[in-house]
């Protein structure tokens, strides 16, 4: 018995009337024979979006929904802003501070369709899915049932995949599902995340995990992967790496694209689910997917065994904000059961905040994906900090608090500059260190604007309060010193660009 997803991709159901109708039910009917001969399967779907702008298009009940949703969104607003405006009591059975986090929290929904940020746009995206969710849920019930299959429908939002314990019941969920016979059906939910923008790719590597699948079977518009434009090239087998090293010229049309699907078979690889890529077109392609002998689209295969369970939700299903890019230094650290310090960060790309997950690869070969893990800090720090000792390190932070804190009088001379390497030591030590990450802190900190600086020593603050402490205490940064304690260098050399009970690091 083989556990496999299916991902479908709208590249793969576009049709010009909206859905390639014979392409789904010719799916349908080729997963009710796997599942006869004792397979489990899922299949996460797309095309929910394109079948309700579909159904938006005609002249019916649904036309006029997009311009009332807005309406409606409206009259919500101007009910609260009036509430607030006359001081409304709370909510009877509700304490003040519970009414106003019911305020908050809808004044949070009501942005995600109506604020200035989304614009019409969020409607745009959320009306389109919320019509063609129950549309395209009603198709595949009608085609399953004809074939003797019975369906179950899961929606997944960018909440789901960020919380560890909603995935393992997801996963349980999906494990029960199939094993009882259904066909559960997984679409990530774009009425209520209209712009987390989910990339079903994502989801279904997220799902396989999850439910731990032996295979995962991405069913796109070509054949295979191609090196080639002309699509005479395609590529067999992948391993992990070169999966991510691929450089895509043509193939896959849908939101993600066959650089989506290369990436997400990559992590799903490394997390011991194998991968294939082919075309939805070929016959017969879901019975000769579970087959190992036949020869199908691309295969991408893992050098490991599946995740454990406490590993899962770091390792293949929450949501990447970033990239830490790493020497091999650190990569040989981390695969001894070390934590990964400022000193092995080389590269950051992204914008993310404290406790974001965030890939982790080598920055001499950045399509090595070593591992993931929950960042320590945001993406502001870990560039200001990158590649510095622990000593550069103390330094920075002496600075970046001074200027918070001290201002131009901590040098004892109101016109005096707290960054002046002949008045301050930590300065000056930052400027003659003989790497070049700690001449860089310096300019980015020479270079900080008054807010920035506050947001910056904040975040500190916020992530690394045990450190923040020790210099506040200390007060030495008010005059270019470090603190030098025994109990101050130890908390200095223990500050980790990750957590370390976070870090998954695949098989290399």
Known sequence: MTRQVIKLGSSSIASRDGLALD???????QIAVAQRAGHEIILVTSGAARLGRRLLAFEGPTAGAAPALQALVGSVRSALDAASAGRAGPVPGTSAAGHDRLVASLRETLNQYDGPEAGPGAVATAMPAAVGQP???ALYRQLAAAVGVEVCQILVSRSDLGSPRAMAD?????????????????NGNDAANPLSALDNDQVAVAVAVAAEADRLLFLTDVRA??????LSERIVRLTPDEARAVRVTAGGTGRGGMGSKLGAAARAACCGVECVIGSATEPDVVARSLNPRARVGTVIRGPGAPLEPSRRWIGGMAYSAGSVHIN???EVSLRTGSTLFLSGVKRVDGEFTAGSVVELVDVRHPQRLIGRGSVAMPASLLRLLRALSPHQVACAISVLLRLRYGGAAAAGDPGGSPLDPDAFKDCRELADGTSRASREALAQLT???????????DALLLAQPGLCTAFLLDRGFLHGQVP?????????RSVHAVH?????VYPG
């Not at 349980?172 to 259904?182: D, K, N, V, W």
């Open 328 to 330: 091999r230094e650190a």
């Open 484 to 492: 030098e304690g025994p109990a101050a260098r130890r908390v200095v």
């Open 225 to 230: 992967a191609y090196r080639d434009s002309s």
């Open 447 to 457: 270079s900080l604007s008054g807010d920035r600086v506050t947001d910056l020593a």
């Open 170 to 186: 997801l996963g349980h969920l999906l494990r029960e599902s199939a094993r009882r016979g259904l066909l559960p059906i997984v």
């Open 23 to 29: 392409i789904i039910a010719g799916l349908v009917s």
């Open 500 to 504: 370390r009970e976070s870090l998954v």
């Open 135 to 137: 549309a395209l849920m």
